[in-house]
């Protein structure tokens, strides 16, 4: 069991897998209510949460994004690779058969 803390609210983890996740998920969320509290004084814990909670997640989807993209080149240039490939492959093949 762990107990985690988020804007003075105790969370607790029971399952040892999701604790250490959890750990790290807590951090990141804490620093982002850290940087808004300093930037945003006159918030309140509820809009704090909040807005941590939408400038986290529009990173994710900014960071899925270029992921996906990456993906999408990735396969364009591995597709060409193996167009290339099997290209040399035939010829090889070809040439081997006309001189035998």
Sequence with gaps: MQELEILGQKIVISNPEEAELATF???IVNDKIKELQMAKPFLG???IAV???LQIAGSMVKDRKS???YR???DERCSA???EVSQV???KTSIHQQSV
């Design 25 to 27: 998920a807590v951090q």
């Design 45 to 47: 814990p509820q809009q």
């Design 51 to 53: 807005l941590a909670l």
């Design 67 to 69: 992921i996906d993209e």
């Design 72 to 74: 999408r080149e990735l």
């Design 81 to 83: 690779l193996m167009l």
């Design 89 to 91: 492959v035939g010829n």
